[in-house]
């Protein structure tokens, strides 16, 4: 397999926020911007790997302006590392307002993905290399990133089997023998 440059996975997804996707507070649901996300990740990794993609994680998504309703939402998803059968995909979301041109890098994110073959197993991925400053920026740290999601991974998977599929508790152990 060819490694291939990070812009071939280029993918961007735009919106209009209508008022079904907002909250009380007029503002972008942060679930809906989570699933454009996750989606439009899958879709950069589904173009790099030219297989099917199932999300393995999503690093943490800060929400550092909000999204308001007649405003749009650009979101560009590049590959910048790959390791056997798994993807770091770069996902950057500008909002925009329309009316003034006003616009604003709202959310960055890394999500994880990994290829499946014709069985739903996880198969080989072809490479990646930067070309831009800014891919090589994100690729030299991407080795760091994905020890660091493996030892949290790991720490999650403690925590599953610490609590298991039922709640340690029951409502007397949990609020004392006096909650009626």
């Known amino acids: 397999m060819d490694a291939k440059p990070c812009i071939a996975s280029l993918a961007v997804k735009n919106s209009n926020v209508l008022p ?4 009380n507070h ?18 950069a990794a589904k173009r790099h790997a030219r297989k099917n993609v199932v999300t ?9 302006y909000p999204i308001k309703e007649g405003d749009s939402i650009c979101l560009e998803a590049i590959v910048t590392w790959t390791h056997n059968t798994s993807m770091e995909v770069f996902v950057k979301a500008i909002t925009e307002d329309l009316l003034t041109g006003e616009r604003k890098v709202c959310t960055t994110a890394f999500i994880t993905m990994v290829a499946l073959d014709e069985n739903h197993k996880p ?35 403690e925590m599953a089997n610490t609590f298991g599929t039922a709640f340690p508790w029951n409502e007397q152990s949990r609020f004392g023998s006096n909650h009626e």
């Not at 007029?26 to 679930?31: D, I, K, P, R, S």
């Not at 393995?56 to 550092?64: E, H, I, N, Q, Y």
């Not at 831009?132 to 740290?141: A, G, M, N, R, V």
């Open 56 to 64: 393995a994680s999503t690093d943490s998504v800060d929400f550092l």
């Open 20 to 23: 079904p996707d907002t909250n």
């Open 123 to 157: 198969t080989a991925v072809p490479g990646v290399y930067p070309e831009t400053e800014e891919e090589k920026w994100l690729h030299q740290e991407a080795a760091n990133r994905a020890a660091y999601r493996k030892g949290r991974r790991k720490k999650s998977k």
């Open 26 to 43: 007029g503002t972008l649901f942060g679930g809906k911007l989570m699933a454009y996300i996750d989606d439009i990740a899958a879709i």
